[in-house]
C-alpha cells in the first residue's frame, strides 16, 4: 500500500513538474540599421483573460498575445498599420503611425470597454452596431501608444 503512494504521488509530481511556466521579460532586441523598434504588452486582467489577441504590422501578423504577455521586435521605417483583432468578436482596432529608424516604439493592448457594453445591453445586436459603427476602432481589444518619457 505504501508502496502504491509512493508510485502515485512520483506521477503526479513528475506531471505537475511539466506545469512551470517561464516568468521572464522578452529581451531587448537590438535595432538593426535602419529599422525600428517596437513593443507591445498586454497586461493581465480578467475580462478577455482566455483568449488571444492578434497583432498585425502592415497586413503581415507579428503576434498573438496571451494576457500578460508581450511581443518586442524590429519595425521597418515609414508609414506602420498596426491592427488588433480577436476570432471571438467582430471589428478590429487600428493604429496608425510613422516608424523612424533608430526610434522606439511602445504600445498596450488593453480590453475595449465600449464593446463590452454594447454586448450586454443589446447582446447580438448591440456588437453588430458597436462594430458597424466604430469601424476601425471597434473590436474586443484596443491599442494605444504608451507615451514616451
Not at 20 to 28: G, I, L
Request: charged residues 10%.
Amino acid at each position: 500500500m505504501t508502496r502504491t503512494i509512493h508510485v502515485i504521488l512520483l506521477l503526479l509530481s513528475t506531471l505537475l513538474a511539466g506545469c512551470v511556466t517561464d516568468q521572464s521579460m522578452p529581451s531587448a532586441v537590438a535595432i538593426g540599421p535602419g529599422q525600428a523598434a517596437i513593443a507591445i504588452t498586454r497586461p493581465s486582467a480578467w475580462y478577455g483573460a482566455a483568449l488571444a489577441v492578434d497583432i498585425d504590422a502592415n497586413g503581415s501578423k507579428i503576434a498573438s498575445l496571451e494576457s500578460g504577455g508581450s511581443y518586442t521586435g524590429p519595425l521597418p521605417p515609414g508609414p506602420v498599420v498596426l491592427t488588433v483583432t480577436s476570432w471571438s468578436s467582430p471589428g478590429r482596432y487600428v493604429i496608425r503611425f510613422n516608424a523612424q529608424a533608430g526610434k522606439r516604439y511602445a504600445f498596450v493592448v488593453s480590453p475595449r470597454n465600449e464593446q463590452m457594453a454594447a454586448t450586454a445591453i443589446g447582446g447580438v445586436i448591440g456588437l453588430a452596431a458597436d462594430t458597424a459603427a466604430n469601424g476601425e476602432t471597434s473590436g474586443a481589444f484596443q491599442i494605444t501608444a504608451v507615451p514616451s518619457s
